[in-house]
Structures are given as C-alpha cells and as structure tokens.
C-alpha cells in the first residue's frame, strides 16, 4: 500500500532553516510527479513545490529561491530544504504524488495529487 510519510517540521524563528524529509512507502517516487503543499487552518492546501520523473522542478512564487525540493531515489525520499524562513511560512506541510504515474503536472492543485501522508508542522516566529 502506497504511504508517505512527513517529518522534520519544528519551530524556528524568522530567517531561519528546516529541511522536511517525505518517506515514501509501496511505490518509487521517480516515477511519479511529487509534491510539497502547506495548509494553515485559514487557507485551502496549497502547492509549494514539485519535481518531474525526470527532475524537473516547480515552484510557488511565494517561495522561489527561498525553497529546493530534491529526492534521493535510493531512499526513495523526498526533501524540501526551507531558508530564509518567514512567518507567512507557517503551516501543516504535506507531501503527496501525483494520481499519474509518469505525468508531468505543470500546476500544483492539490486534487491532482494523492496519497497524502500525515503532515509536518513548521512554525515561523518574527
């Protein structure tokens, strides 16, 4: 059964750090379009970054340059690496796949993706 699984979320103050780490379980993320979206209880989920079977990656306005995604297909894990943290920031970070295998999807919405895991909270404080 396809299962992902978030950590590394935490608390930082405002230009700080975090790297989140997406174990994936049951299928390999190289073939599958991957993303990273956040949710605060304000605001529907939102997509933050992706990256292609084939490497490509996608970003959100709000975070370009501030924001990689990468992978480790040995491990099957996805990562995304946050600096220059604000407190806009904050929220439940989620990864999921896409429902295609192969796909390429060149927006981020949420209701293309699917096997959502659990989520990771980061906090930004000013």
């Known amino acids: 059964q396809a299962q992902l699984v978030e950590s590394g979320g935490g608390s930082v103050q405002s230009g700080g750090s975090l790297r989140l780490s997406c174990a994936a379980s049951?299928?390999?993320?190289?073939?599958?379009?991957m993303g990273w979206f956040r949710q605060t209880p304000e605001n529907e989920r939102e997509g933050v970054a992706g990256?292609?079977?084939?490497?490509?990656?996608n970003y959100a306005d709000s975070v370009k340059g501030r924001f990689t995604i990468s992978r480790d297909m040995s491990k099957d894990t996805l990562y995304l690496e946050m600096s220059s943290l604000k407190p806009e920031d904050t929220a439940m970070y989620y990864c999921?796949?896409?429902?295609?295998?192969?796909?390429?999807?060149?927006?981020?919405?949420?209701?293309?993706?699917?096997?959502w895991g659990q989520g990771t909270q980061v906090t930004v404080s000013s």
């Open positions: 990256i292609g079977s084939d490497g490509s990656t």
């Open positions: 049951g299928y390999t993320i190289s073939s599958y379009y």
């Open positions: 999921a796949r896409g429902y295609r295998r192969g796909f390429h999807y060149t927006l981020l919405r949420a209701q293309d993706f699917t096997s």
